[in-house]
């Protein structure tokens, strides 16, 4: 089974996203091919194979970071290693709800968040090249990566992690909502964030799916307030009088 790296980590990026068990990805021993699924976006249900549950010898789920320990254990590394005065203030940042946020707010008082995105980065790298050869994944390799230009490319994706979390806009997202009366159901679609799709039974719980939502297409825009509007469409028959 041959699989390029680059489709591996997009997917590793994918489930770590929010909370646990929100995002899940798994691959096709068979074909290499990853599927998708999140709870809070509007699937395509041909996407997700149907025999999923019941073939684990034909899928493996890709892991996300807490199952790679890549979570709260390389935060405490990183700041052992380069912000150790900060060392029991981030030990109580880590006892509270929210604590990715805060630290990463530290980070950047210290002027240490780039400096965390490569750390971060080049330990996901390994931790999953590791996982890979583990089950058996053969990694199709980039030119840049053939060549051994490896950590420039991890610099290159640690600052597109970076400027990923601080995107600004200008204007606000704009999600066009309506009503499909045979389905029962309200539609949800924003054109500027592509794959950005959702549905529910009501305007209320649609409105509600969306911050999820669209912070999961965003991939995290950490710290930043990212707004949107929710406009209604709809049409209605004019009868003679």
């Not at 030990?91 to 805060?102: E, L, M, P």
């Not at 204007?171 to 159901?185: G, H, S």
């Not at 409105?207 to 999961?216: D, R, T």
């Amino acid at each position: 089974m041959r699989v390029k790296f680059s489709e591996i980590r997009d997917a590793y990026d994918y489930v770590s996203f929010g909370g646990a068990e929100e995002h899940h990805a798994v691959l096709c021993k068979e074909t290499g091919q990853i599927y998708f699924h999140s709870d809070y976006l509007d699937n395509d249900e041909d996407e997700w194979p149907d025999d999923i549950d019941d073939n684990e010898e034909k899928y493996i789920a890709i892991p996300n970071k807490r199952e790679l320990g890549l979570g709260k254990r390389l935060a405490f590394a990183f700041v052992q290693e380069f912000l150790q005065r900060d060392l029991d203030q981030v030990q109580r940042i880590f006892s509270r709800k929210g604590a990715y946020a805060t630290f990463k707010d530290l980070l950047m008082r210290r002027g240490a968040l780039d400096q965390w995105y490569a750390f971060e980065t080049k330990a996901e790298d390994e931790e999953l090249r590791k996982w890979c050869e583990l089950n058996d994944i053969e990694l199709i390799e980039d030119a840049a990566q053939a060549q051994g230009q490896v950590p420039g490319q991890a610099q290159t994706r640690a600052q597109d992690k970076g400027s990923r979390r601080q995107i600004a806009f200008q204007q606000p997202i704009t999600v066009l909502a309506a009503w499909d009366p045979e389905a029962r159901m309200w539609y949800g679609e924003a054109s500027s964030l592509p794959g950005l799709k959702l549905k529910a039974p009501t305007l209320d719980d649609l409105f509600e799916k969306l911050p999820g939502a669209i912070a999961v297409r965003l991939s995290g825009a950490g710290g930043q307030q990212v707004q949107f509007e929710l406009i209604v469409s709809g049409s209605v028959k004019i009868t003679g009088g």
